[in-house]
Each structure stands twice: as C-alpha cells, then as structure tokens.
RNA sequence: GCCGAAGUGGUGGAAUUGGCAGACGCGCCGGACUCAAAAUCCGGUCCUGGCAACAGGGUGUGGGUUCGACUCCCACCUUCGGCACCA
C-alpha cells in the first residue's frame, strides 16, 4: 500500500473496475428484496452544479448502503433533456438543440462517472431521445382516449419573452419562472391535462405519505385547495337564464345585496347585448383582462366593479339584487360568480361601500346588537335575523340547513371546490415532444395512430421566437395526410410541457429498453413504488403532484399496480456560499470540477454530506472542505501503518482474551458501527454518522500509542475492515482501496454490510452524575449493573455530597438508572 | 393575512424517550518533530470571577409544567419557505 493518498490514481482506477464488472447493474431475477432508491434527473445545462453533487452523494449512500445490506438496489440516471435553454442556445449560437443538449449530456456523463456514483448507466434514459418520447406521445394519447386531454380555448398566461404559453405553476410572483419577464393573459386554443378529475385522490392519498416530509405534504394539500362550501342559482330577472353562485357562507344568503360575475364569466354577453351601459361595460372588460393576472389577483390591486343593468332574484326571499362585475372576481374559479354580502365580509364591505351598494346584516352576536350604521363587517359567529324562516337559528347550522333548504328547491347543494384547475401543457415551442394530433378538415382532430410513433421531430426549423412554434416553420413536419380518411392534414404544431416528460421516467427506468410498450407491467411492478426519492424541495409541488396524477392514471388504466409512485422522500437543502445560494450572477459558484482535481471526488463527497444534514441548507467552505481532505488522509495513514500486519491475520476476535485497551477499543468500533447503521437508516444522519466514524479514527489513533507492540492485531483487522466498510457508501473509491489492502478480493461495494456485537458495545463501567436540586455537583464511576439502591446509597455517602446537603432536609432523591442521581433538598 | 420550518460557542453543527449543553469538524492558542518551514502528532478552547479547587451565568424573549427543560405547554420576537382578492 502506498504511503500516500494518490486519490487520482485511485479513483481511477476502481471508476474502471466497477464499470468492467458492472457491479452496479441489476435485474429482475433475483433473490433478494428490491430498493429502488431514485434522485432527480438533472437537465443537461452543461456542467454539474454543486447542487448536484449533494443530490446524488446523498443518493448514492442510500444506494450503497442498501446493497450492502442485501437488497437488490435499482439505482438509476437519466437525463430531463428537452426545454428551453437548448432552443435559447439555438438561437443565441446558431447551434441545433439536438447538438447542444447531445454535448451536454455526454460531457455532464463524465462529470457524473468521476464522482463515482454507483448508477446502472445500462438503464440511462433521455427524454428527448425518439426512442424515449415515442412512449411520452403514446401516453399521451392513452390519456385523450380516456377523455384526460382535452383541447380548448382559454385564456393562458403568455410569457413574451420566451413567445409561450406557461402554466399556472411556471408563473412566479407573476413573471415568467424562466427569464423573469412579466407574465401577460391571452387567448388560445390550448391542450389540457385534467388533473381536476384526480383531485381528490390527489388529496386524499397524501395521508397514504408517510414516509414524505410534513411540509411537501401541506404544500400539495394547500396547491390543491379543497374548499366546502354551498352552490345556489339566482334566477335572473325577466330572462330564462339563472347564475350560479359558490359560497362558504350561505348563511349569510339574505343579506345578499347583489351579485358579482368574473369579467369573462359566460352569460356577461349576452346580458349586456343591447344594453344602455353595453358600450361602457365591453371597455370595463378589456380594461381588465389587458391586466395580467398578477396584477389582477394582487392583494392590493384596487378592486373595480361596474354594474350591468341586470338584476338577479335571491333563491331564498326573492329579492332583487343588481348584477356587477369586478376585476377581482376570477373566471377559473368556482363558478366564476359570487354573492355579495357586504354586512358579514371585510372585502364585500369595501367594495359595497365604495360603490354605494346597500348593506343588510342578517347575523348578530349572540348576547349584544350590532352597530347601526355598520361600521366594519361582522364576520364573527353569531345567530341569524333578518332570515325569514332561519331567524334564531346559530349561524354554524344554518350553513347545513340553508343549504338543504336550497337543494330541496332545486336551486344549488353541497358543493367541494379545489384551487387546482387542470394542467395547461401546451407549449409554442420546438425542443419539447411533439403532441402526437393531426388536424383534417373532414375528420376534425384525429389522434395519430399507435403504429406511427413517434411523431419525429423536423430538422428544419427556424428558431427566432415569434410567437408561434417554430413547428409551424417545416412544411414537410406541418403537412401530412389524415390518418383516418388518407386526405391532406396538418400537424398539431405545439410541443407538451417538459413536465410531462418527467412524469413518468422512473416508470422507464424499470423496463428502459422496452420498444413495444412504455414499460412492462411485471417490470414496473417488480421495482414501483420508488423506495427513496432524493431531490431539491422545489419540486414539492409540481413535479411531484404531476408524478402522482401520472401514476394514478396510470394505475387507472392497470399499466402498474402502485397507486403512489414515491414511498419515501428526502428534500435535500441548497448549497449557499456566503449565506446565499450560488449563481452565476452573484459570482459564488464552486465548480466541481475544481474540486474533484484539487481533492478528489471522494473528499467532495464527504464534505457535501458532513456539513450539514441533508434536508437543512448547506454552507460552502473551502476550510471544512480540507478537513474532510485531512480526514482521508489520516484514515489512510492509519491503514498503511498496520496494514502489513493486520493483511496477515484474520478478524476473528476471542472477546474473552482481551485487556481493557482492547475492550475499550472494541467498544468503541461496536458503539460507532451501531451509530453509523442507526444513522443511515433510520434519520439520514450522514453528518452524525461520519463525525462517529471520526471519532473511531480518534480511538484507533490513541489505541496505537498507548498498546504500541501490544496492539492486538486481530482487533486491529477487526477495527480496520469495519472502517472500510463504513466509510464505503460515503467516500466509495478510498474504501475500496482500504479494503483491498487489507487482504480481500471481493469488493468492498458487495461485502455485507457488518453487525455489531451488542456485548462488546456494554460499558463496564459507568459513570453515574450527582445532581443536588438539578445541579451537578459530582460524578460516579460505578459498575454497569449496580442496583439503583447501590447507586442512590453510594450518591449519598460522597464526600461532596455530605458537604453540600448537611443540615438540610432531603425531599427527595431520584434515581434515574444508568444516567443520574439527583438530590432535592430543602 | 393564512400555513409550515428554524433560532444553540468565533464558526458549520451535536445532544435518539424530559436526564452531564456544545459530540465531530473548522478556526484560534500552546507543545512535540524540524536548521527552518510545510505536513504530521499531542494538548487546550462557551462566558464571567479565581493561581487553583471551585462558584455563578448560559440554547431568540417572557412566563409555565417538572426533582430536572435545547427538548413539553402558553404568549411574543426574528429569519426563511409556501399560499394568497379562492368567494
């Protein structure tokens, strides 16, 4: 073994000898339990970011760590290739995206090989490969048949920068999440995904997560917005046509003084037709929707209203309530109507009071009569007046009884609402997959055919961005021939949202090469759900809730059995520099490239997962990244010291034939191997569990100057051979190294992860802490099994002890076994 | 506004069920080795007072429960994250 720690060297040449093993590829025909442990496919930007690094070092120990202790771990990579930066890149370089993205991932690969992560590259899949978004288009269409896709106008947040429609969840603080840029309102025929279909099994089975962080799972529920309240139809005076309104307050129902309809809400058309106000109202209208909708749904955007000139009748007295709209009335919500009941909700209050709507309170406290004129709204409980039939009645039950009393009639019920609206995937771009739709003037919107997958994409194309798919540029991509009547067509020109592609990837990982089918059904069953999921909590919400509606429609149509895709979910924070995270523009970024040539892949490993645990935000520091260096180097100084002798001996300790070095030692190795498995496994402790492993180093460094040529070389082995293996999932290549030096030939990735001797982790002796009334005041070193009696006995009779309590009375004396005594006096 | 998480030395962070606060690492101080330096090894390092033994204080703030609280309860402050005119 080489007196120094040549990581260069070492690192590659185990990288080569796993690969030439393929000791990390798996299959289905195997004895033992499976593990599917899955980080988050990067997109191929470029370059791995330090973020990287910590995602998949984290995944890798989970991965190792399992295979270690027997099960057959599916540890998988692959690449969210199609998007936008290719096509920015396109334009800016004059390259194709197919060339740039193809670079990246080759060079991102290396990147990934050198950080010797224990992937089964046999399974890597891209989302932009043909033989990849084949299986996407085919889903797709899996989808339309169920009546899942569906087309239709809507009005959609327009991002002009990048010339594309963006959903509801790429919009951020009102700006493109992209480029930043200001987010506009459009109107386009657009593909949807209905996601609404699933939410309430979205929601509901969030319960089902229990190996997912609380906060993911309130993020999701809170993304969803279950809302329960009560639908009622107003009729609409000298007309046919009724509105309906949604509420969580029908108890508040005849203080109803008017109406208010969403700017775009269906029938303002046809009520204002011919109105006096008709001209003024279309102007009011445009006015509003020219707004963006962050601006429109700002919580201090002014609200603004108009009346129409027509008048509604209250479903539960028949009274006669003008109709209005407002901006802050949301057409996608609800029913895209609400009830104003300015007496009992602060924001009717203003808006009424602004536009000199009439106020009418129908609920008062129980014990106390509200304030005439009103001065606020009184949105406390209280009882109904005012409410006909319903007067005395406590506001709480009413809610039930209104809302029967409008069911009876016919006119509204119990209704549950959700905040998620159905998933706009859409997109006006060329680096996406195609949607797989032809478009025939005889046969309208025709599906296009299993057996002519993948709809391909063209080469010639112009990138500028103006607004229309660059698709519609390639005529041979644009025309084509009906499918079903062989007449002239043209091709659906938008490509899906990028989130559709890693909707159903670690579905592909378990079947990659499939050319028939997107996955077989025993394959995907063999290894779904995924065990662990590892990536950064900004997917919290979209990714992962679009992952489960996948794989819940997927269940649906009995392609796999699982319901939920992710079993267990570990958010892992972000790597800050200088407490904020690192970016290009901010100058902060630490290549990890630099560092993986300055100190090796297996120190920059260590460091990511020894700074920090893994869910909490990580600071860089150049400082704590060379004591992660000087750690290794110290472990390997102490393995080429003893490992002449300790090649030639066997690990098989005789507990019985050791002298308390030895014990102490042992115990220390037994304890550390048990903190190091607990750690793992059951809370992620990587940090807990290295710093254990250090303090094991520690032990083996004091054992050696004080045993010197007593050292017991067959503990030694004992000690050095654990150490290997417990450093294997985090620094893999050192210990593999180690392990090999001590004499095995196996590789240390496939020994069996070791088991503490529980007798040997036994202190013989303990010490015992004195408190009197809670404060420390002595120490007592007693054998492991005394008697609490002995304990208490020997407490009492300390020198100290007598000191401090003599002429006080003892209240009481409390014997905690193993741990502490403490003494109340008085 | 609503929901959630977190506040511990100079610093990153430990403390598993309510039982010695500060493990481990970084930094700093001292010692050994060296002609010297680097590297390495050993020791020290929460604050205040004291030569010391030791005493007092100490986990964002203020209360509470308890023999005992970083840990549990109540109120508040700060920071971060999510949602937000959702009817």
């Not at 370059?47 to 890798?60: A, E, K, T």
């Not at 996948?550 to 790597?575: C, H, I, W, Y």
């Not at 090649?647 to 191997?673: C, E, Q, T, W």
């Not at 050192?734 to 070791?754: F, I, K, Q, R, Y």
Request: charged share 25%; hydrophobic share 40%.
């Amino acid at each position: 073994m080489d007196e120094r720690y040549n990581f260069h060297a070492i690192e590659t040449k185990w990288q080569q000898t796993w690969s030439d093993d393929n000791l990390y590829q798996v299959d289905e025909s195997d004895d033992r339990k499976k593990y599917y442990c899955l980080v988050m496919f990067p997109y191929p930007s470029g370059r791995l970011h330090m973020g990287h690094v910590r995602n998949y070092s984290i995944g890798d120990v989970i991965a190792r760590f399992r295979r270690m202790q027997g099960y057959n771990v599916l540890h998988p990579m692959g690449w969210d290739s199609f998007g936008l930066p290719a096509e920015n890149a396109a334009i800016k370089n004059k390259i194709h995206p197919a060339s740039w993205t193809w670079d990246n991932i080759a060079y991102m690969r290396t990147q990934l090989q050198r950080m010797g992560l224990s992937y089964d590259w046999d399974r890597e899949v891209a989302t932009c490969h043909p033989d990849y978004y084949k299986w996407t288009q085919w889903l797709f269409l899996q989808f339309y048949e169920k009546g899942l896709a569906y087309k239709r106008k809507a009005a959609v947040n327009w991002c002009p920068s990048c010339a594309t429609v963006l959903a509801n969840e790429q919009v951020v603080n009102g700006a493109c999440e992209r480029c930043d840029t200001p987010v506009t309102t459009t109107d386009l025929a657009q593909w949807f995904l209905r996601i609404t279909d699933y939410a309430d099994r979205l929601l509901a089975d969030i319960d089902q997560l229990t190996g997912w962080p609380d906060k993911v799972k309130v993020m999701q529920k809170n993304w969803i917005g279950r809302s329960e309240g009560t639908e009622a139809t107003f009729g609409i005076d000298g007309t046919e046509e009724s509105v309906t309104v949604f509420t969580t307050r029908p108890d508040t129902i005849f203080g109803v003084t008017y109406l208010v309809l969403a700017p775009e809400h269906p029938l303002v058309d046809q009520l204002i037709a011919g109105t006096a106000q008709e001209e003024q109202v279309r102007q009011f209208i445009n006015e509003v929707r020219a707004e963006d909708e962050f601006t429109r749904t700002s919580d201090e955007a002014e609200k603004r209203g108009m009346e129409i000139g027509a008048y509604a009748i209250n479903p539960v007295n028949g009274k006669k309530v003008p109709i209005l709209i407002a901006n802050y009335v949301l057409g996608g919500y609800g029913t895209g109507a609400v009830m104003g009941v300015p007496a009992h909700d602060d924001r009717d209050f203003a808006f009424a009071t602004k536009y000199n709507l009439p106020i009418q309170p129908v609920i008062k406290p129980v014990d106390a009569e509200l304030p005439e004129p009103l001065t606020e709204a009184y949105i406390e409980d209280g009882v109904l007046f005012n409410s006909g039939d319903f007067d005395g009645l406590p506001n709480r039950e009413a809610i039930g009884k209104i809302t029967e009393y409008l069911a009876e009639k016919g006119q509204g019920g119990f209704k549950v609402n959700y905040r998620l609206r159905d998933w706009l995937i859409s997109r006006q771009r060329y680096w996406g997959t195609p949607i797989p739709i032809v478009y025939c003037d005889q046969c309208g919107t025709v599906p296009v055919p299993e057996e002519q997958l993948p709809v391909l994409l063209p080469e010639d194309v112009e990138f500028e961005p103006n607004g229309k798919s660059p698709l519609v540029t390639s005529e041979t991509f644009v025309n084509t021939t009906c499918p079903h009547c062989g007449g002239p067509a043209r091709r659906e020109t938008d490509t899906m949202d990028t989130f559709i592609d890693s909707s159903w990837y670690f579905l592909r990982y378990t079947d990659p090469k499939n050319a028939n089918g997107a996955f077989a059904k025993d394959r995907a069953d063999y290894w779904m759900p995924v065990d662990q999921y590892v990536g950064g909590v900004e997917h919290a919400i979209l990714h992962l809730l679009y992952s489960r509606f996948f794989q819940k429609v997927l269940s649906d149509m009995d392609m796999v059995a699982a319901t939920e895709p992710m079993r267990n979910l570990l958010t892992q924070g972000m790597v800050l520099k200088d407490g904020t995270k690192m970016s290009k523009s901010k100058g902060n970024i630490v290549d990890p490239d630099h560092i993986i040539e300055q100190y090796g892949a297996d120190t920059a490993r260590l460091f990511v997962l020894f700074a920090a645990p893994p869910e909490r935000d990580l600071e860089w520091s150049d400082a704590g990244v060379e004591g992660c260096y000087r750690f290794i180097n110290r472990v390997w100084r102490l393995v080429a010291d003893w490992v002449d002798d300790a090649a030639k001996v066997k690990a098989s300790v005789d507990p019985n034939a050791l002298n308390k070095l030895d014990r102490d030692l042992r115990r220390v190795a037994h304890l550390s191997l048990r903190k190091v498995t607990e750690e793992i496994s059951e809370r992620f402790g990587f940090n807990t569990a290295i710093s254990s492993i250090m303090e094991m180093v520690n032990a083996l460094y004091k054992y050696r100057d004080e045993a010197g040529d007593q050292a017991n070389l067959p503990l030694v082995k004992e000690c050095l051979q654990f150490l290997s293996l417990m450093l294997a999932p985090f620094v893999p290549h050192v210990a593999e190294e180690l392990w090999s030096a001590l004499g095995n030939s196996d590789s240390v990735h496939s020994a069996a992860w070791p088991q503490w001797d529980e007798a040997a982790t036994k202190a013989e002796e303990i010490t015992i802490v004195v408190q009197v009334n809670g404060k420390v005041r002595d120490r007592l070193v007693v054998p492991a099994e005394s008697s609490q009696e002995e304990i208490r006995a020997q407490a009492l009779a300390q020198d100290r002890v007598v000191e401090m309590i003599s002429g006080k009375d003892i209240v009481k004396v409390i014997v905690v076994p193993k741990k502490l005594v403490n003494i109340v006096v008085k």
